[in-house]
């Protein structure tokens, strides 16, 4: 049930991350980060669709999980990365600060979007982790 329940999560967090992906195409150039988030993001998705799709190995499962370490990872930087270019002209603190800003306007609702997709990540990571143990 589980397993089901991290594909469907994922399909619907692929589909906003597309959505995201092609309006930030509108306004500048993604930075090569988020091209490689989505190759990830994608990778990922196959390996857990052949996780389910076979007699479910679990080594399959915690590779699964590690790529999701990585996605999850080029997905916090690409939030402070975006929320930095909408911002150029502010300056900067530490990177550590400016994730938490950029956090704080995600999970504001300003973002409906990028709300959804942050909820939905660690959901996914969860959800394969509990699967894979």
């Not at 930095?84 to 999970?107: K, W």
Request: aromatic share 8%.
């Amino acid at each position: 049930m589980t397993a089901i329940a991290a594909l469907v999560a994922w399909v619907i967090s692929a589909g906003v991350g597309v959505v995201m992906l092609l309006r930030w195409r509108r306004a500048v150039p993604p930075p090569p980060a988020a091209l490689i988030h989505l190759a990830a993001a994608a990778t990922g998705l196959a390996l857990w669709i052949t996780y389910l799709s076979t007699d479910r190995p679990a080594a399959l499962a915690w590779v699964t999980f590690g790529v999701l370490i990585v996605i999850n990872g080029l997905g916090d930087m690409l939030l402070t990365v975006r929320w930095r270019a909408r911002r150029a002209n502010t300056g900067h603190g530490s990177a550590i600060l400016d994730y938490f800003r950029a956090a704080r306007e995600v999970m504001s609702g300003k973002r409906p979007a990028a709300l959804a997709h942050a909820f939905l990540a660690p959901a996914i990571l969860v959800l394969v982790l509990v699967t894979a143990l």
